[in-house]
C-alpha cells in the first residue's frame, strides 16, 4: 500500500487542461484511501458538466500506473461536483447538520405538478453526481410514494441513544421519506395543523440523512403551517416555485414568492419553473400547441424579477412515468433532457445565491 502523501505527489502531475493547474493545487482531490484491493479517491470538480472529467479520470489512472508499476489497481475514482453550503448552522446539534442545501419546492395552488417537477429534479440532480434526498412534506395528499413505485414501501426504524431513526427509501440515487410511508393509501387521514407539523419535524430530525448536497421538500400548495414549520425549523438555502401558464396558476405562483419574500420567511427565490408549457403530441415530437396559454411564467418571472429556472412541457410520457414510478429523468427522451436542464440552471442559481448572499439561518417567528 502507498501513503497518502506519495499518492498525492503522483496526482500533482495530473493537469488540467482548461485551468493549467495540476488536481491537487485545485483542491480537486478531497479524500485518498490505500487498501488491499486498490487505491481509491474522490475527485470533486467545479462545475458538474466539465468537460475534462474523462479525460482527467483516464490521466489519473495512467499516472498512478506509472508512479507504482502497471499492476496498481485502482479500486474507484468517484467524481462529485462541488457544491457550496448555503446554510448556516447555529448549533453542533441543530437538525439536519450533515446537509450543504435545502431546497423548498412550492406551488400556489394545486395540479400543476409541483411533486412531479420535485421528483424529476431530485433524479437529474443525483444523475449528475450529486447526493440527494427528497422529503415528502405534502402531508394532505403525499404522491412522491406512488411516482417512485413505493406505495407499500414501510421505512425502517432502528434505535441509537435511546432515539428512533427512521431509514429512507433510497431508489434512483436518493434518499425518499414521506408521510404516505407510514399510511395506508386507501386510508383517508384527517390532519390537524399541530399534528401535521409535528410530523414533519419528525421526519426531518428523526431521519438517517447522512450527508447530502441537496434536501429537496416537497411542501403542501399554498401556504399553511407546513411552510412556517420548515422555515422554523431549518435553514432553507432557496424556494422554487412551480407554476403553469394559466393566469389564476400565475395569480396563486405570486402568493408564493410574496409569502417566501416576506418580512417574516426572508427565503431567497432561486426562481420559477413553469410547467406544461406547451403540449407535444408522441406523434408529432417538433410541434407545440399552447394548451394552457403561452410564456405566462416568463412573464411572470420578469414582473417579479425571479430567473425562469426552466419549461417543462406537457408530453405523454410524462403522465404515464408518474403513474407506473419510474420518472422521465431517468431517461434522455425530450421530457427528461428538460429536466436534466433544469437540474444545471437549479444548481447555477444555488451556487450563485450562496456566492453573493449570507447563508441561510431559521426563522424566527414571534407570535
Not at 144 to 171: C, F, G, S
Not at 180 to 189: H, I, K, Q, Y
Not at 225 to 235: G, K, N, S, W
Not at 301 to 330: F, M, R, Y
Request: aromatic residues 6%; negative net charge; glycine residues 8%.
Amino acid at each position: 500500500m502507498h501513503s497518502q502523501d506519495e499518492i498525492l505527489k503522483a496526482l500533482s502531475k495530473v493537469i488540467h487542461p482548461e485551468k493549467g493547474k495540476d488536481i491537487v493545487s485545485l483542491g480537486m482531490v478531497t479524500e485518498i484511501k490505500s487498501e488491499d484491493k486498490g487505491i481509491s479517491m474522490i475527485i470533486e470538480p467545479e462545475r458538474s458538466n466539465d468537460p475534462f472529467i474523462s479525460s482527467i479520470r483516464s490521466t489519473i489512472v495512467k499516472t498512478l500506473k506509472d508512479a507504482f508499476g502497471p499492476d496498481t489497481v485502482i479500486s474507484d475514482i468517484d467524481i462529485r461536483p462541488r457544491v457550496i453550503v448555503g446554510k448556516q448552522q447555529e448549533k453542533p446539534d441543530e437538525m439536519l447538520p450533515g446537509i450543504k442545501n435545502i431546497i423548498a419546492v412550492s406551488s400556489g395552488k394545486g395540479g400543476v405538478g409541483k411533486t412531479t417537477v420535485a421528483v424529476n429534479l431530485a433524479i437529474a440532480l443525483a444523475r449528475k453526481g450529486y447526493m440527494v434526498g427528497l422529503l415528502d412534506a405534502d402531508v394532505f395528499g403525499p404522491s412522491v410514494p406512488i411516482m417512485l413505485d413505493a406505495a407499500k414501501y414501510r421505512p425502517e426504524v432502528k434505535r441509537e441513544n435511546n432515539i428512533d431513526i427512521i431509514v429512507p427509501l433510497l431508489k434512483y440515487g436518493i434518499k425518499v421519506l414521506s408521510t404516505g410511508f407510514f399510511v395506508d393509501p386507501s386510508d383517508a387521514v384527517v390532519w390537524r395543523g399541530p399534528m401535521a407539523s409535528n410530523f414533519l419535524k419528525q421526519l426531518m430530525a428523526q431521519g438517517e440523512w447522512g450527508t447530502l448536497d441537496y434536501l429537496l421538500i416537497d411542501l403542501p400548495p399554498g401556504t399553511s403551517d407546513i411552510h412556517l414549520t420548515m422555515v422554523q425549523e431549518v435553514a432553507v438555502t432557496g424556494a422554487i416555485i412551480v407554476t403553469t401558464p394559466q393566469e389564476v396558476a400565475l395569480a396563486d405562483a405570486i402568493k408564493g414568492i410574496s409569502m417566501f419574500r416576506s418580512d417574516k420567511i426572508n427565503v431567497p427565490v432561486l426562481g420559477l419553473v413553469e410547467n406544461m408549457s406547451w403540449f407535444t403530441p408522441a406523434e408529432l415530437p417538433d410541434s407545440r400547441y399552447y394548451i394552457f396559454g403561452k410564456e405566462g411564467g416568463l412573464k411572470l418571472a420578469e414582473k417579479a424579477q425571479v430567473p425562469l429556472l426552466g419549461q417543462i412541457p406537457l408530453v405523454q410520457s410524462i403522465c404515464e412515468s408518474s403513474d407506473t414510478g419510474n420518472p422521465v429523468a431517468l431517461e434522455d427522451s425530450p421530457a427528461g433532457i428538460a429536466f436534466m436542464a433544469l437540474a444545471d440552471e437549479v444548481m447555477k442559481k444555488t451556487d450563485q445565491r450562496n456566492k453573493e448572499q449570507r447563508p441561510t439561518i431559521k426563522v424566527q417567528i414571534n407570535k
